[in-house]
Every structure is written in C-alpha cells, then in structure tokens.
C-alpha cells in the first residue's frame, strides 16, 4: 500500500525558507513520479514540482527560480524533499505530496497525501 506523508511546514517569514519533506512507503522511485502540489484558499490545486522515475526534475515556472524537489531513499521508503526560499505570502498554501506510476510529463497521480499548512506572514 502506498502512503505518503508530509512533514516540515508551519509558520515562515517572508524572504525565509522552509523545507518540506514526503516520506513515501510503499513505492520506488523506478516505478512511481513523486511530487509536490499546493492548494492556497479559494484556488484550485496546482502542481508545483515532480521528480520523475529517472531522476529528472520538473520545476513550474511560476517557482522555478526559488523551490528545488531532491529525493533519496531505499527501495520501498523513500523522502522527496521541496526545499522553498524567498518566500512570499502568496506562497500560503497546504502542500500535498503525490505520487503516480505515470510519469511526470503526463501524471495525474493516484496517491496523495493530507497536505500540511505552510503560511508565510510576518
């Protein structure tokens, strides 16, 4: 069974950073995309990163410049990281990792997880 849970969000500054992390069990990295999505209040949910099944990364342009998606992990657990910076209140959002056996050119993933909080105010 897959499951994917977040971790690391809570309260930032703006211009700070924050690290999320997704632990992923149940999963390889060489069968499943794994990746990031956040959905801020009133919007619809929107992909941020993913991390393809060869190890490529896929980074939205609208953040491309400030988040990095990095992986590592053994085969079955494996943690997909998106490091933020310079962040900014627009930025508020829950963040939610996925995963699908579709790779990242054409994912729509299967497997989420809950999401976590990431705020950005002073």
């Known amino acids: 069974e897959v499951q994917l849970v977040e971790s690391g969000g809570g309260l930032v500054r703006p211009g700070g950073s924050q690290r999320l992390s997704c632990e992923a069990s149940?999963?390889?990295?060489?069968?499943?995309?794994i990746g990031w999505f956040r959905q801020a209040p009133g919007q619809k949910r929107e992909e941020i990163s993913c991390l393809s099944r060869d190890g490529r990364t896929y980074i939205k342009d609208f953040v491309k410049d400030r988040f990095l998606i990095s992986g590592d992990g053994a085969k079955n657990t494996v943690t997909v990281h998106l490091q933020m910076t310079r962040l900014k209140p627009e930025d508020t959002a829950v963040y939610f990792c996925a995963a699908d056996t579709v790779d990242c050119t054409t994912w729509d993933p299967d497997y989420w997880g809950r999401g976590i909080q990431v705020t950005v105010s002073s």
């Open positions: 149940g999963l390889s990295f060489d069968d499943y995309a």
